[in-house]
């Protein structure tokens, strides 16, 4: 029978979805009431009812079933007992239910509904009496939530209030969720909870983006019985009974009345079988409904439905007719006249607005010879329902990961929508007609154990993971590597053993992926030998990885070192430096090696001979400029790679002792942002580095060199350059282990190629270290550039990634102004205190690079770098912030201003990264510098600031 396999159908995926649910919630509950529909579509829940425990309720014939297997939160409680009466309700249903104390963590408690149809309209319904179940005789007032929309608000006027609420609505997923809300004014609680599916042709009014709340349903004229609910009606709505003996006489048949207004409106014909006419025929059917604004909703759309069928078979010259009115304002367009034994509905189309009681009042049209007559209305405020719940599958995987780590924080309801109650961690992506994304998750310091949940992979859209400093054990799943957006992944802090899976390891190679692994004692981040890497002492602490400007002698050196004690290396060196080298083929770029012995080989396989050099160079003709250590030429390697070869002509014999650790290290750099080495050579006196090319010359001398369009980048081009200078920084200072310190961060050392793409180069300062808790490096002397350096390395020579991120903080402040570092005129003054004083003025003008104003940038977005560029150049290192930071925010930056996203907080770039202060970031700043102060500290590092600004406009 048709009939029966549909039941068995829905049956079937009833379980299916039961079961994930359960799966999904950490609980699988077996046997006993599995909460599924019954065969009309309904769920029938008694809220607080003892887990596998049900009913059948003696009017309905329903059975209703415990909620234990629709939410996870929240506790049962019966109410006292001198309300659980018959003379207080015969409802079974009210005397126990469920609250959800605040003590549990979260705002928002949900039940999860299954849904039979996916897109399907239904009548939610939930029902409320406090009865003073907590004995603290304080009825609470709590919002409810359909999904991701606000429904209504409850507030418990006393202990025996029965309360209803019930909205129609779509249900666009396979289920719907019913939430209760803490607003600070009592615990939320609920009795009772029933879904009634209903045909979609019904209530035109409820629709995908819009739902309705019932105010009222009447049945007028049944003095004296019950409401008519299931089953004289198919759908369980509840007409109760509406009659005024004082005005209205009651009039019934029991006459079958048609039901003509199907499929719009479908009424029970008991209901309509009843109706009211006013006793004195002469007067009025006068009736009014007073409006409940809420917060949400503070002047709600109103729909009203009179249902009017005529009862009495008329005699011939008999007329009934009569107009409506709604607070004295003609309804009805013409009289109306009842139909016989026939449902006819008045109601409007569009909802009303701005009145707070409407007063409806039938009156006979003056050819009646009949008072007016109604049989059933009903009221209902809109709600909309436009919000739409996160991406399924991220809904499914993060509840899977919720589950996992049994996480209890405020992860109930949807994740990311509303956004006031976005789960903690998460950040999502609100674009406008489709679903919410999570775009990052941060669960650093939550106890995590276990080992890493393969569902992180289904998050598709993310791009930040922060699962550092849990006790996470197992292994990296290789599967995170296809996460294509995924940009920096932490698990500083874990119990996490093996080693870095492959596709990891290519998506750091790549520079798209920035992983931090530090502090996982068990994990071999060295793919040679998968032991416990030793602790290092602290001797080992600084280490120089001087490649350029230091290494290049000590490479000589070290060639000679190895090419005398041939016998004991460890590799095959060549014996002779003119055996003819192997020149790179094109496309074999180089690749992290942790591996010693390789990485060396590799190094081996990237040398050239003199000669070479001199055919790569077409002897010397063009010279690029002058390096660190000697000139620079331009050349081409035989499969076209365009390169830069600096070239020293004698060979120094310092420092080849710290090579060996160095050369090693120098192949693991390999970053898109980073420029590479190609080769070297190393023949008689000559010595040399081969570089990729970089068309484009340096970044200052795009900004203010010589060229005729020097500083003609445009603000999204500089945005551009910036933050990827900025993530060649994060990769020496977060992927590499020890990490590494550049300490000759300029705008010089930032190379640009033919597509304008930043390298930062000349890695001849630069400065490995481990942290150990607080502690620095102090070295020898001062290195790096005046106007770049940070204080307490000028002074102290304290040496932590923080001076980096003060000499990028440089940088910005170029990229803005286009001034050099130490600001001549009308003193020289530093760049910083400059920009501090002007921008402190409120005047983002006053420092924009001239060249740039007739472009197109967004003034937000500059102010946003402008601030980020003070922050980074603050005199305590602890107030900058991370490269890492850094990194983000000009990518949100760069996002807001290519227009690619539209993230959550449009308008500002203050999203993702948590370290940075969000009370001192654009906002507050923009409002104390309108009201002409500042919230900056102004810092002197570079004496006096010209009390008067002769000079003219930064450029
Ligand atoms: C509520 O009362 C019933 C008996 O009337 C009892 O079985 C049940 O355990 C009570 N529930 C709670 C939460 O006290
Ligand atoms: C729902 O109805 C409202 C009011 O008639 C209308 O503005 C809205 O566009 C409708 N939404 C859809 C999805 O049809
Ligand atoms: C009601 O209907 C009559 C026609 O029978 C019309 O003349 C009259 O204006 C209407 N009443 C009101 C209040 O508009
Ligand atoms: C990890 O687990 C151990 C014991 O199992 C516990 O002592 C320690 O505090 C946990 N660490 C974290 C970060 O949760």
Known sequence: MKRSTRAEMVARRWLLLLLSLAAATGVLRVGGQGGAPDKTGFVSIDCGLPEKSSYVDGATKLEFTSDAVFTDAGTNHNVSAEYATASTTADRIFYNLRSFPAGGGAARNCYTLPSVVPGSKYLVRAKFMYGNYDGLNKPPAFDLHLGVNFWQTVTVPSADWLGIAEVIAFVPDESVQVCLVNTGTGTPFISGLELRPLTSSLYQHANATQGLVLLDRRNFGAGGSTAVRYPDDPYDRVWSPWSNPAEWSEISTTDKIQNTIAPLFVVPSVVMQTAVTPRNSSKAIDFSWDVKPNHVYPDPGMFFILYISELELLAGNAVRQFNVTIDGVIWTKGPYKPIYLSTDSLYNAEAYRGI????????AAGSSTLPPIINAAEAFSVISTANVGTDAQDVSAITAIKAKYQVKKNWMGDPCAPKSLAWDGLT?????????RITSINMSYCGLSGDISPDFA???????????????????????SQLPFLTVLDLTGNQLNGSIPSGLLKRIQDGSLNLRYGNNPNLCSNSSSCQPTPKKSKSMLAVYVAVPVVVIGALAALLFFFMRKKKGSFFAWPTKSTEKPQILESGMQPHRQDDNEQSLEQLQNRQFTYKELEVITKNFQLLLGRGGFGLVYDGFLKDGTHVAVKLKSESSN???DEFLTEAQTLTKIHHKNLVSLIGYCKDQKYLALVY???SEGTLEDK???KDSNAGSLTWRQRLRIALESAQGLEYLHKACSPPFVHRDVKTSNILLNAKLEAKIADFGLMKAFKYDGDTH????????????LAPEYATALQVTEKIDVYS????????ITGQPPIVKCPEPTSIIQWARQRLARGSIEGVVDARMRGGHYDINSVWKVADMALKCTAQAPVKRPTISDVVVQLKECLELEEGSTSDDTSGSCYMVGNSIDRNSSYNTYATDVSQGSTTFEMEDNFGTAPTKDTCPDAR
């Open 356 to 363: 707070r009681q409407y007063n409806f009042s039938m009156n």
């Open 428 to 436: 999502c992506n609100y674009a406008i007609s489709t679903p919410p």
């Open 458 to 480: 289904n998050l598709k859209e993310i791009k930040y993971l922060d699962s550092s400093h849990n006790n996470l054990t197992g292994s990296i799943p290789n599967v995170l």
């Open 654 to 656: 310092q420092g080849f």
């Open 692 to 694: 990729e090319h970089m």
């Open 703 to 705: 900004l203010r060199g």
């Open 777 to 788: 490096i102090s070295t020898a002397r001062v290195v790096g550039t005046h106007g770049y």
């Open 808 to 815: 990028f903080g440089v940088v910005l402040l170029e990229v």
